[in-house]
């Protein structure tokens, strides 16, 4: 029952008699399974805020590497999934990859139950919830086997944008259920002030920090189960047509996963400063990611067998420029979506939660602002937006062609990024920072909003210029160089925060989203262009 021998979409017969129900039943599995991947992965974001309110012995420097290591493992961990539906079967590739995210859930419910926990414990912790960020290439690439092109727009649009409420359905949640003991365990004191959606919790408050990895338990078991029962996979010829039983399936995901994480430790050694355990050789993020991402192709390549020669055929999408202009259009908007929403609570929290003074000639940033907002209360709201939005883009990218939606969402993209710098810099310089905080808001708030739109139609747009065979892995291979954008961001951030420039890092971002313009208007939107606003 679970495997489907004959499936063409694109015949209309076949789609209202047979596979549209299929299709939606996989499809609104796929959705919930996508979230919790997106909230496990993530969630550093805002338990590094709680161990920063509760105390935890660590610099915020050495917090912002938390997010860094989930970042760079999630997004390198896509490159193997990318490729994993048409090895594995799409059934058997999302439950094995959704019980996965078990191991680093119940992970950081032990080690944060202790503060004296050592700082490489949650380095590992970190590594393993780059589960979740894997977990999206493969996801998506699935959803696009199960529906034809004329509505591949809005399917992808509702896998990815309500994949994505994982990031805000998490920023909701922990802090939260942080607030009582239903998982048991000794609660903590907080020292600073720290917050729900609804409001403020003062210091002196007990806090369940521990439950931020528990709550997902209660998820992510019954939905190994839903999707062992309800999901399929797909044994036609341009899907997975040599299918493994599922222990060899799991086998083989297992070995590729593990690939993408020695590469991810490998590139994080390089670049990590010796005493939060790197190299201390320094070498840039921009060497690093080139190198972590071709000695993952590289390996990947090198596995013997039927393995390496269905890969071989999946690694032709390489051969297609396009492939390469939309992994740079998708770093655009998924990478930034997905790098702001890694970073923006505890920008919140180390620009407008403490006072920037002068303090014999020298500016002070570690003085604790009583009026300033509380980052749990507000760091949803991007991401919410963001991912609110992302159907809607797929919609209208169906109607007017993808190109040009995500043309001017790059537009707007440029102009809300520098009104953000503005209002940063602002901030930063100023002794009560909360003045300059509902600009900052509101128009960080339209950048999540364009680029939710302009995930949205990237994915219209690339369902057009490829292939039924090539279209899947094409969009696990951009997802997986976007989300990129979960590292480089919050890296960048936490930088130019050091350097006390935040504002340069927003400019940087700025100049890139004008690149991608000039970009997508040479090869989609031009008079003669090959794929004219597809």
Not at 295 to 314: A, D, E, M, W
Not at 325 to 344: D, K
Request: include cysteine; charged fraction near 10%; hydrophobic fraction near 50%.
């Amino acid at each position: 029952m679970s495997d489907i021998k004959k499936w063409d979409v694109e015949d209309p017969k076949f789609w209202d008699s047979e596979g549209k129900k299929v299709a939606n039943r996989n499809l609104w599995i796929s959705i919930p399974s996508l979230l919790c991947g997106f909230a496990v992965w993530l969630y550093w974001g805002i338990i590094t805020i709680q161990m920063l309110n509760l105390g935890f012995p660590f610099a915020k420097s050495e917090l912002f590497t938390l997010m860094a290591v989930a970042g760079l493992t999630g997004a390198t961990l896509r490159i193997p999934s990318s490729f994993f539906i048409r090895l594995c079967g799409g059934r058997n590739t999302i439950v094995f990859t959704t019980a996965l995210l078990m191991i680093p859930a119940i992970g950081a419910g032990i080690a944060l139950q202790d503060k004296n926990t050592p700082l490489w414990v949650f380095q590992v912790l970190a590594l393993l919830s780059g589960f979740g960020g894997g977990n999206f290439a493969s996801s998506m690439s699935n959803i696009s086997f199960f529906f034809p092109k004329k509505q591949q727009g809005l399917a992808l649009g509702l896998n990815a944008g309500l994949g994505n409420f994982g990031v805000t359905t998490m920023q909701i949640l922990v802090p939260l259920f942080m607030t009582f003991g239903i998982f048991g365990g000794e609660p903590m004191e907080l020292v600073n002030t720290s917050g729900t959606l609804i409001g403020k919790i003062p210091a002196g408050s007990d806090a369940w920090i521990h439950n931020a990895g528990y709550i997902w338990l209660l998820f992510l078991i019954p939905l190994a189960v839903v999707g062992w029962m309800g999901m399929n996979n797909i044994k036609a010829s341009h899907v997975t047509p040599e299918l493994p039983s599922p222990a060899g399936s799991f086998g083989i995901i297992s070995g590729m996963l593990a690939i993408g994480f020695l590469t991810s430790i490998f590139g994080l050694w390089l670049m990590l400063p010796e005493k939060v355990g790197g190299s201390g050789f320094g070498i840039s993020k921009w060497i690093v990611l080139p190198i972590v991402i071709a000695l993952t192709v590289f390996l990947l390549k090198l596995i013997p067998g039927q393995i390496k020669g269905n890969l071989s055929r999946q690694y032709k999408i390489f051969n297609n420029k396009h492939t390469w202009v939309m992994s740079i259009i998708y770093t655009m908007t998924f990478g930034s979506f997905i790098g702001f929403a890694a970073g923006f609570g505890l920008s919140i929290k180390v620009i407008f939660g403490y006072q920037h003074v002068l303090v014999d000639g020298v500016m002070n940033h570690d003085i604790a602002n009583p009026d300033g907002p509380s980052a749990l209360m507000y760091a949803w709201m991007g991401p919410f937006i963001g991912a609110l939005i992302r159907p809607v883009g797929g919609w209208i990218a169906d109607k007017i062609g993808g190109a040009k939606v995500t043309q001017i969402c790059a537009v707007v993209m440029v102009a809300s990024a520098l009104g953000v710098a503005y209002f940063m810099q602002a901030a930063y310089a100023s002794q009560t920072p909360q003045e300059f905080f509902v600009p900052f808001l509101v128009l960080f708030l339209i950048l999540f909003a364009a680029t939710g739109i302009g995930n949205g139609s990237t994915f219209r747009t690339i369902s057009m210029v490829f292939d039924k065979e090539q279209a899947g892995p094409v969009l696990g291979w951009t997802s997986a160089v976007a989300a990129y954008g979960a590292f480089i961001i919050p890296k960048v951030l936490g930088e130019q925060i050091k350097l006390t420039t935040p504002e340069n890092a927003l400019y940087g971002f700025a100049v890139f989203y004008a690149v991608c313009i000039v970009i997508n208007w040479w090869f989609y939107l031009r008079p003669g262009a090959e794929h004219h606003n597809p």
